[in-house]
């Protein structure tokens, strides 16, 4: 279950992780790696979800998931509304990291057009990793310019 208490209630996160076998997962909570260490020192939750825009990038993001794997806790890489470029560089941290054994990167596909080429690839319930140098975004489009113009 993620994050079934208010953000600042970190003393409830933990009465509720104690209470309940069903594992949860701190979200709003977390956003750098002052407030993982806070929730890992108290037990507070089974599983942290970090995510890339909220965490202040990837140094960040590994900092958190370096702190819950001292502490033997698993991670999720999340995503705000972000579009295919951060979900591709949030797949690229997410895959070279055991520790994290989850992932949720369906923002972009809210979209109603994508303007990124390149980064990652979406396959019915499958997302692929560029095989191009970098995070493999070629360029963007801009269809309320020129359907035909693209910039990269």
Known sequence: MEQPVAAWNIE?????TDAVETPIMADESVFGPRDAARLLEMHACDLINIKLMKAGGIYYAD?????AETHGIECMVGCMIESKIGITAASHFAAS????????FDAPLMFASD?????V???QNQLFLPDVPGLGIQGVKFPFIDDEKEVG
Request: with cysteine.
């Open 63 to 67: 900092k958190i998931n370096t702190l």
């Open 97 to 104: 990291k055991r520790n994290i054994t989850r992932c949720d």
């Open 121 to 123: 690839r979406y396959e």
């Open 12 to 16: 409830g996160l933990k009465q509720v």
């Open 115 to 119: 303007p990124v080429i390149g980064g």
